[in-house]
């Protein structure tokens, strides 16, 4: 039988005994009247009618207080639980009642329980709201996004950050950020140190960084990126940080995909090789004049020496940029003779050091030559710079000019050394390919030549050579004149001819030009 | 003597020796010479606008020469410059980014490819 039931039964019971009572009081009462009393007359009739009046108050009097009393408590607990009235009423305590207490205690907890549940409810559905927003929104972000704890925890990472720093998301939760992102900044402004005064002094700060890289310059996996950072102080999540990367690996990347490691060893191998020339220079301008004859010619020996290592290391970088497939030759319309005269000149003071000397015998009609200044000068210069080795001590060496049958201008660089056997003739202009038979006694890489063909095949000419053992070595090498390369410029349309595949260090001495 | 005008070069330069080098044989040719070893302070001195010739390293600590050079060019951060900027380093480049550099630059010398004495003359037909 339920609560209510019961309480029916209570309360019918009740209300049966109430009017049993009742009219148990109106008898007596009329008993009274008649016998004891001994009222008669009008007395009589009077209290006849009073009797039944009275019990007539008695009766709905009690019974509306046994269905009130349980109505109330109800009343009572459901202002209790409701948000508005919480505060104003105080929860009922059902053992006061008599009658119903047990419906009442039921109906009290059920309700209770209800409001549990609504609140359990609404409280999920904001967690999952909230969800809904970390997870989704946040996740198909298509820029990476990282919050960071009060103490420089990564707490979350979207799945753009995670594919940007190539590792899962959950390995990035939970990490340290300066663990996870080794940055290197542009300046002493970095991260650390503006979280480090932003921290707990500020209610909320925004700031930014360019350039900021992570991972090595030149390696794979380095990229670059503009970094933006909301602190908010407290957040009570602890979503303290935010951060907002912005990658610019393509445009910022440009700026050092030079460093390859062969242009770090490059720029190793300069600086001695600049502290060296400088303090020859010093010693030389100190104490040249007054050194006896031998010594100076060491010095110079040793300016020579400095310079032609100088060389070395330009050509290593630029087969590495050949290799590379780098860079582009900018043709323009130069003055043959006056390129002759500035190579020549630069290497005649190395020449000069074994008393060799070289002569020049340029035509004097000649007409304008199509070329990339820079590395038609290391062209040459590596041409006289293997006639100058091969040598003997003040030998000769003759550079001439003129304009051939084809049209073409045709350059030779001829020397009376050692000269070159017939076997060996053929891969001359390979790379590192140094006949055994000279590697003892003279230096060089081998990559001299292979250069220069490199460079005069760019230009759209040819080089050969000539040579007999013991008599010497003639190179040979053409140029196309301007004029002929006029009809490929219009053809592109641009200003300079560009020619692709090779890329050339840019020897100071033409800025003097 | 009839040097040139008193010049004040300023050298952003992260070697030492070298710096000593350079200016060694600027102060001999006339010039006031100042050094700063690294990009930061190089920055702040070059941007007090009392230098007529700056020589920037580019690979310097701090801040680097790259981004020294396009601060200096940027009126924004840097009103009033006047001095020239001659790129001097070591360091070996791709041709787009050097002609990048240079464009932004009055001159770019390889240190490796002359000696204290050429940098002297160069400066020199600079100002000349």
């Known amino acids: ?513 | 003597m009839d040097g040139p005008r008193l010049k004040k070069i300023l050298c952003i330069e992260d070697e030492y020796f070298i710096s000593e080098l350079y200016v060694r044989a600027l102060r001999r040719a006339g010039y006031e010479a100042d050094v700063e070893l690294d990009g930061q302070k190089g920055l702040t001195a070059a941007q007090t606008d009392k230098y007529d010739i700056i020589l920037l390293d580019l690979m310097i600590p701090t801040v680097t020469g790259i981004e020294v050079l396009r601060t200096l060019r940027d009126p924004a951060k840097t009103p009033k410059l006047h001095a020239k900027i001659i790129i001097t380093t070591n360091l070996e480049q791709r041709d787009d980014v050097r002609a990048d550099i240079e464009h932004q630059a009055d001159g770019y010398l390889v240190k490796a490819e002359i000696t204290p004495r050429e940098l002297v003359e160069f400066l020199q037909s600079l100002t000349a």
Not at chain 1, 100 to 122: A, C, I, P, W
């Open chain 1, 1 to 513: 039988m339920s609560y209510f039931e019961r309480f029916v039964r209570q309360f019918r019971a009740r209300l049966l005994l109430v009017i049993l009572l009742n009219n148990a009081l109106i008898l007596a009462g009329w008993y009274a009247t008649d016998r004891v009393l001994k009222l008669t007359g009008w007395q009589e009739i009077a209290a006849i009618i009073a009797i039944p009046l009275l019990t007539l108050v008695l009766l709905p009097w009690v019974t509306s207080r046994a269905l009130t009393r349980p109505t109330k408590f109800i009343w009572q607990a459901i202002m209790h639980v409701s948000p508005d009235t919480a505060a104003d009423m105080p929860a009922p305590d059902p053992k006061q009642l008599r009658l119903g207490r047990e419906l009442v205690t039921n109906l009290v907890n059920q309700l209770y329980q209800l409001t549990s549940v609504v609140q359990k409810m609404e409280h999920a559905g904001s967690e999952a709201a909230q969800d809904l927003h970390t997870n989704f929104v946040a996740n198909h972000l298509p820029l990476p996004f990282i919050v960071l704890s009060h103490d420089d925890t990564i707490m979350y990472a979207n799945e753009a950050a995670a594919t940007y720093l190539s590792k899962p998301a959950t390995d990035l939760a939970g990490q340290n950020v300066y663990t996870a992102l080794d940055m290197s900044f542009t300046s002493t402004d970095t991260l650390h140190d503006w979280l480090d005064t932003t921290k707990d002094k500020a209610a909320a700060a925004d700031h930014s960084w360019e350039r900021v890289r992570i991972g090595l310059p030149g390696s794979n996996n380095s990229k670059q990126f503009d970094l933006a950072a909301h602190y908010n102080q407290g957040n009570p999540l602890g979503y303290e940080t935010l951060l907002t990367l912005f990658d610019h690996t393509g445009t910022y990347g440009q700026d050092d995909q030079s460093l390859s490691f062969v242009a770090l060893a490059v720029h190793e191998l300069r600086t001695p090789l600049t502290l060296l020339r400088g303090y020859i220079e010093v010693f030389d301008e100190e104490l040249g004049a007054g050194l006896d004859p031998e010594l100076q010619r060491f010095m110079k020996q040793m300016d020579a020496a400095a310079g032609q290592l100088t060389a070395f290391v330009n050509n290593i970088l630029n087969v590495a940029k050949v290799e590379d497939d780098q860079l582009s030759l900018q043709l323009h319309e130069e003055k043959w003779p006056e390129i002759i005269d500035a190579v020549v000149s630069d290497l005649q003071l190395r020449a000069g050091v074994r008393g060799i000397s070289i002569k020049t015998e340029v035509a004097s009609d000649l007409p304008t030559a199509g070329v990339d200044r820079y590395s038609i000068y290391e062209l040459i210069a590596n041409l006289l710079d293997n006639a100058i080795k091969y040598s003997k001590d003040k030998a000769v060496i003759t550079v001439s000019s003129t304009l051939n049958k084809d049209g073409l201008i045709e350059t030779s660089v001829r020397d009376s050394g050692v000269g070159i056997d017939g076997s060996i003739l053929p891969y001359i202009f390979d790379k590192f390919y140094r006949s055994h038979q000279n590697r003892s006694q003279i230096g060089g890489t081998g990559l001299g030549l292979y250069l220069a063909k490199v460079i005069v095949e760019a230009h759209g000419g040819n080089i050969w050579v000539q040579s007999k053992p013991g008599e010497g070595s003639t190179f040979t090498f053409t140029i196309m004149p301007y004029g002929k390369l006029e009809d490929e410029r219009k053809a592109t349309g641009s200003q300079d001819i560009t020619r692709h595949a090779h890329g050339w260090i840019k020897n100071h001495s033409m800025y003097r030009n």
